[in-house]
């Protein structure tokens, strides 16, 4: 009888640990889902300069920054992303801070 008490309390444990895996998947999902939403910021093309490598636009908050809606110019970490892109272009894109020179690594029409 004991030994099929310590089975039951086996068990148990190990349900409460896999419920508690569950939950801690679906915090992780959530939490994804919440950065997909907010991690690009978006705005207007006003001028592309590509054998600089940097593009001026028109943005809104870029919340990854904790930067306010301003016209700017930032680079591009790849020449190559402002093929298709030209002034009055809407945009979305996520910019980094790389010791203070903001460095747009994806750039979305």
Do not use: W
């Amino acid at each position: 009888m004991k030994y099929l008490k310590n089975i039951v309390l086996v068990m148990v444990a190990a349900g409460s640990v896999l419920v508690s895996r569950i939950g801690d998947a679906q915090t992780t999902q959530q939490a994804d889902i919440v950065k997909t939403e907010t991690k690009y910021a978006e705005g207007e093309v006003k001028r592309v300069d590509s054998s600089l490598g940097k593009i001026t636009i028109k943005h809104g908050a870029i919340k990854n920054l904790d930067m306010p809606p301003m016209t700017m110019v930032f680079t591009v970490k790849e020449k190559s992303m402002l093929k298709d892109v030209s002034p009055g272009d809407q945009v979305r894109f996520l910019v980094i801070s790389d010791n203070g020179k903001m460095v747009i690594t994806e750039l979305l029409k």
